[in-house]
């Protein structure tokens, strides 16, 4: 896995890791906090989630941890059973 370069609070953040984040979207359908799974698109390093009504959204993961908290809960490897929940 990929190192991305970011964390905090003592941990690394690496590609397709899975992360979970308090939700710094104002939208009605998006409440507490997100999951997902870290992945580099074509402009950096990104988290994609799922948000509640089933779409997809990509946040900048440099954005999510210089604004908020984000906490690895896993990753795609060793953890897939938290796919499921995503």
């Not at 992360?19 to 870290?38: H, I, M, N």
């Not at 997809?56 to 896993?74: A, N, Y």
Request: proline share 2%; charged share 30%; hydrophobic share 35%.
């Amino acid at each position: 896995m990929q190192y991305t370069g970011q964390g905090e609070r003592d941990q690394e953040i690496y590609e397709k890791d899975i992360v979970e984040f308090e939700v710094l979207l104002s939208a009605p359908d998006v409440t507490g906090k997100l999951r997902g799974v870290v992945e580099y698109l074509d402009l950096g390093w990104s988290v994609v989630s799922r948000l509640n009504d089933g779409t997809e959204t990509e946040e900048c993961l440099s954005l999510l941890v210089k604004d908020g908290d984000i906490e690895v809960i896993g990753n795609i490897y060793e953890n897939p059973e938290l796919l499921k929940e995503l």
